[in-house]
């Protein structure tokens, strides 16, 4: 592990900086802790904003922008082979030098202020101030909340910076873009926060309370059609003849996936019940005139369960649920097709959302988005190769594949098109969680490299209401889909 020298604020360092150094340390490297001299306290104003806010969300402990006690100094008595400068304003020094640009700023807080004004902040790792070598595009989950927003920011400059730091480990540290103009910390960002956050979050508050104190936090609907010509991802447009999985309002139908088993089609999905606050997987069975049955649950846990994914392989029938509350992605096989099913064997340990399965030339792998500790869980792409299905599972070198709210989050199974050519639905959560679904081809994938082009949007069109979707799947004839609909409490109605 090559020596690295960590510059962080002698005094107002957040815990962000922090967690940066332990996170590295945890890793092995050797690390020395040196101190900029100049304070780099936030506005008590700012402090007081962010620590109401998560008093009204029920957040306890300090967030990442709270601030910390001193991160003690400790030198090392050796020569460093890089610099991570967390101030991003240390002195210009001949050891290779990595910073964090938000927005093109060195301050940290003007993410805080990007994050008030309702913006979607980038995050740049740049070397010696010249080039770009990483970039993060951190989804922003609770948007109608400036200190939430920016726990999900400042979670994936942990992310980032981390990343970076092994890539320059690795000698796989590349680019060629030339880094942001950086101005240095100014006076003028603490006032713009006071302007964004009194003339943009708080209204935004207020408004989310009401829709809040009226509606649903969320409610999805799923779509279905049968067709036996081309389907979403091949037109890239939902198009018509859609219908809607019907749902009494005291719970909703979501992440569905079609499953054709002995020539009848069949429909897993997440199976929300409002007042239990966490999901089941249920079924619905079509009957031979493609009309739908009642849900029925198949599959509860102690934790919530979503994006069931059903598949066949060794002449077993599986399913590869979403379980990141639980901690561990574990793997069901079908004991009595639909509706037993039996753990078989933990995949991967942690917060790992949205698995999805692909055979590719001799070996398994699995996509997935990796929460990495802190803020959302849609924006860090993780992937995972094995050559058995139950396992053991290792980790892509690479990972962190990317970090990117546009379309890091798998929503749906790997696609195969005609010509051989394979796609991966993916969300979009530029609008927000539900936002919108993307479709990347994968372009490259072994051990070494994963590669994946930048998302084609799907378009909205055609006679689906709910144009925010998320999922989409398809068996045979049958094509579903979900969307996110505007439903009053104690009611179905919209």
Known sequence: MPPIDIIVPQSGARNWQMIVVERLRA????????????????????????????????RTGPGL?????????????????????????????????????FDGSRCDLSAAVAVAAGKLPVIEAVLDRKTVVGRAWPMVDKRESAALGLEDVLARAITLAVS????????????NEPGPATAPNDDGTAMRFASAYLTK??????????????????HWRV??????????????????????????????????????????????????PHAAGKAVISVVPFDIDG??????????????????????????????????????LTLYRATAFPDRWAAEAVLIEGEISDATLLEHEGLLWLFATHRDGYGSTSDTL?????????????????????????????????????????????????????GG??????????????????????AADGDWPYPKIHTLNRSGRLEVIDGIAAVRKRSGRQ
């Open 27 to 58: 890793e092995g490297y050797d690390i020395a802790v040196l101190h900029r001299p100049e304070p780099a306290n936030w506005p008590a104003a700012v402090n007081a904003a962010l620590a109401f806010e998560r008093r009204i969300f029920r």
């Open 65 to 101: 922008a709270a601030p910390t006690a001193e991160i003690p100094a400790s030198p090392g008595n050796r020569s460093a082979a890089l610099r991570l400068d967390l101030t991003s304003d240390a002195a210009p020094s001949n050891v290779p030098t990595i910073t964090l640009a």
């Open 164 to 175: 970076a730091v092994r890539a320059f480990a690795e000698d796989r540290l590349s680019g």
């Open 201 to 218: 979050a708080l209204p935004r508050l207020g408004r989310e309370a009401i829709r809040r104190a009226r509606f649903r936090h969320a």
């Open 223 to 272: 779509g279905y059609r049968f067709t036996g010509g081309p389907g979403v991802a091949e037109t890239g447009r939902l198009g018509d003849g859609w219908s809607v999985l019907p749902d009494r309002g005291d719970r909703f139908y979501a992440d569905p996936f079609a499953f054709e088993w002995q020539g009848r089609p069949f429909v897993f999905v997440e199976d929300y």
């Open 291 to 328: 009309v739908p049955q009642e849900a029925r649950v198949v599959l509860e846990e102690a934790h919530h369960l979503s994006y069931p994914q059903v598949f066949e392989h060794d002449g077993a029938i599986w399913m590869l649920p979403e379980a990141s509350s639980g901690g561990k």
């Open 382 to 434: 993780v992937v995972f190769s094995s050559t058995s299905l139950t396992g053991p599972w290792m980790a892509h070198p690479l990972n962190p594949i990317l970090i990117d709210r546009r379309g890091a989050r798998p929503g749906g199974a790997f696609i195969r098109n005609p010509e051989g050519r394979i796609f991966l639905p993916v969300q979009d959560g530029t609008l927000g969680y539900g």
């Open 437 to 458: 679904l993307g479709l990347s081809e994968l372009l490259m994938l072994d051990r070494r490299t994963v590669r994946l082009s930048a998302p084609r949007p799907v």
